[in-house]
């Protein structure tokens, strides 16, 4: 009697923890409602190469313009981390404090121009995820070519069924110390 008891009961817990895990996943939501508010902003997430466009563009300004930073919002899911690599660690941040921080450099004008554009990449894909290392060449405050940096954004994707994500991206500039691999670089 003693062993049917218990293995009701853990029937019952086994049960009990599918429902309340089916009812989390039914419930979460990759993206608060309201935060795409026009149809550009969603079709950039219907292509793994449409999200990595829109994320270089919507980032990428001219001395005298702005970013478009709800642009680049609309690609990430809410609280997505970022992570830049540095000599010192890393240095990590939500979305709201990079865009805040961004916005920031640029009304201060310590950030007249920046240009980032991909010029290679390497995608793995598994169902719904994608790991995505995207190099890049970058300029901030010039329009010298010879002055472009370059480095690797590593992104992870989702796709919810409509549209791909960004969940998480972590970069590292390029340094004499840590060339970028050839691999990289086609």
Request: glycine letters at 6%; proline letters at 6%; charged letters at 25%.
């Amino acid at each position: 009697m003693k062993v049917f008891r218990y293995s009701v009961l853990f029937v019952f817990v086994v049960f009990s923890v599918f429902i309340f895990c089916q009812r989390q996943s039914e419930s979460a939501t990759p993206v608060e409602p309201g935060i795409i508010e026009d149809s550009i902003a969603s079709a950039d997430g219907l292509s793994i190469d449409g999200l990595l466009d829109a994320l270089y563009g919507s980032i990428t300004f001219s001395e005298g313009e702005v970013p478009d930073m709800k642009r680049f919002k609309s690609l990430f899911i809410p609280n997505a981390p970022f992570i830049r690599i540095t000599p010192d660690g890393p240095n990590t941040m939500d979305l709201e404090s990079f865009v805040s921080s961004f916005k920031e450099r640029v009304r201060s004008n310590a950030l007249k121009s920046f240009y980032e554009a991909e010029i290679a990449r390497k995608t793995h894909l598994f169902g719904g995820i994608a790991q995505v290392f995207s190099t890049y060449k970058k300029g901030m405050n010039t329009d010298d070519p010879e002055s472009l940096g370059r480095g690797i954004n590593s992104l992870q994707l989702f796709h919810d069924g409509k549209r791909w994500w960004v969940c998480c991206i972590t970069w590292e500039d390029e340094s004499p110390d840590n060339p970028i691999p050839e691999k990289y670089l086609r």
